[in-house]
């Protein structure tokens, strides 16, 4: 199954759900050195590879760090095709003040977003349902 696409069903159904534990992207050039069942992410870019990890582990690792985030799945199988929903959501935690960088994997988005913001993030993300 490829997903949704209808954005009007991705919207309410998306259902988002809150990731407990706290999350920092990281960069390292040794990726080879890291055991990648800890990692929940990797992109590899020009300068270096990205990585998205749960704090205590990045900590052991002794990556660095500047950001802690909120890691928010929306449950919903949203297609790779699908058009719209990212804007959607980004521009409702835009308007509060909410920055929020979007992994699109390929049953789900996950939204990471600073930990102060988490519950305002929930409220607003869970408003699309209503």
């Known amino acids: 199954m490829s997903g949704e696409k209808n954005l009007a069903a991705l919207l309410k159904s998306m259902k988002p ?10 960069k390292t050039a ?3 050195q890291i055991n990648l069942s800890q990692i929940i992410m990797t992109f590899k870019e020009e300068e270096s590879t990205t990585i998205i990890a749960k704090k205590e582990v990045a900590d052991q690792l002794n990556l ?3 950001y802690i985030a909120s890691w928010i799945t ?3 199988h949203s297609s790779l095709e699908a058009v719209g929903l990212t804007a959607a959501f980004s521009n409702a935690l835009a308007k ?4 929020c960088n979007v992994v699109a994997a390929f049953y789900h988005d996950h939204i990471f977003v600073d930990t102060k913001d ?12 209503e």
């Open 17 to 26: 759900k809150h990731n407990l534990g706290e999350f920092v992207f990281c």
């Open 30 to 32: 040794h990726l080879e």
């Open 64 to 66: 660095d760090y500047s």
């Open 74 to 76: 929306l449950t919903v």
């Open 96 to 99: 509060n003040g909410i920055s």
């Open 118 to 129: 988490t519950e305002k993030a929930m409220e607003i993300l869970n408003k699309f349902s």
